[in-house]
């Protein structure tokens, strides 16, 4: 069988050769020649996966080593019998990470407490949970948007409060207690985009890119929506960049009706507007998910469903070893008169200064993808022990995910 991989995929290299006939190429080279004869195909977001690729070949199966998935065309795949699996949650403890570091460096530049600032997170699947959990261990009010998990849930307790009705009346009990995680009864309250625009000091966008229906999100952020907000208002985009409208967005900036904005994402990568990244707080080319976890997690979810897929004994399959941080232990012992959140900030730029990326990018901005392709090794929260003698630190930490270490 043949395997047809795009090269820059992490970890990958050696783990199908043992089964089939394995070809690596840059993303964006891989074409209908190079798969007509192959059995599956693993991606990543550069290369476009439709009929013009894809028809009359005999690809079983597309991975896409991503969280996101608006580069295949999945309704002409299951169409034509192609299974299509992409990695949802592979990277979300890095885009957590990446957006606390941000959030850190927000507050200090626009000289903030975080504990008197209000976050507005659209988007609460995967990556959202994680950073609404993570703004609130820094003590931040958070405000939640998502309305399709808002109707499901809605749409799950009425559905429990019926059946519960008719175990009261002499039915089958249900506790539906299965039926809610942290959200639906109980749990998670959401609220509307107009109230997340006129409460929250700072939106963040973790939502995936669709361009259709109700709930589409090309560009959600738009003039309407720009010209809504106050002037104390900052926007981060680290989903898609055609969620926001880089044009409108920069018109904003320009002419102060915005206090910020930060972006990983943007609107014709690997371009991306050189007057959008000058105006904006930080600037970073697509690398909120490139921890060493994340993609490790991304490449261990597409060998496995393809393995799956071409009945190969690979199920357990994993990365034999992960590069480890260059200084894995933190000492915040002795930082008398500091401040819990002052020291866990302390903890976070070490693991990751978010600065760094943005200084590297605009100073190097005509290379988005070699920037990408080549990027850092960064280990997200768990790779790190922190040694601290205050309990209020530890527990922020331990929240975040860190090693507490005595």
Known sequence: ??????????????????????????????????VSDADALIVRTRTRCDASLLDGSSVRIVASATIGFDHIDTGWLEQNG????????????????????????????????????????VGVGNVGSKVARAASAIGMKVLLNDPPRQRREEGAETQTTALNSEAG????ENHGTDLYTEAGRGGTEFHSLRTLLTDCDIITFHVPLTHDGDDK????????????????????????????????LREALKSGRLRGAALDVWEGEPAADPQLIDLADIATPHIAGYSVDGKANATISSVR???????????????????QPAMPLIDLTGKGGAAPVEMVAQAVKHTYPVEEDDLLFRNHRENFEYLRDNYRIRREFSSYRVRTNDPETERILKELGFQITK
Not at 306 to 323: K, N, Q, S
């Open 217 to 248: 999100t090309f560009h959600l952020v738009d003039r309407d929506i720009l010209s809504r907000l106050g002037r104390q208002k900052i926007i981060i985009n680290s989903s898609r960049g055609e969620v926001v409208d880089n044009l409108a």
């Open 1 to 34: 069988m043949k395997i047809v991989i795009d090269e820059k995929i992490p970890f990958i290299r050696g783990a199908f050769e043992r089964w089939a006939d394995v070809v690596y190429a840059p993303g964006r080279s891989i074409d209908a020649r190079m």
């Open 169 to 172: 009346r002499g039915g089958t």
């Open 305 to 323: 469903v393809v393995a799956d897929e071409l009945g190969l004994p690979m199920h357990d399959w994993a990365p034999a070893e992960l590069p």
């Open 82 to 121: 192609i299974r299509w699996a992409n990695a949802p949650g592979c990277n979300s403890g890095s885009v957590m990470q990446y957006i606390t570091s941000l959030l850190f460096f927000l507050a200090q530049k626009h000289s903030s407490d975080p504990g008197s600032m209000t976050l507005g997170i």
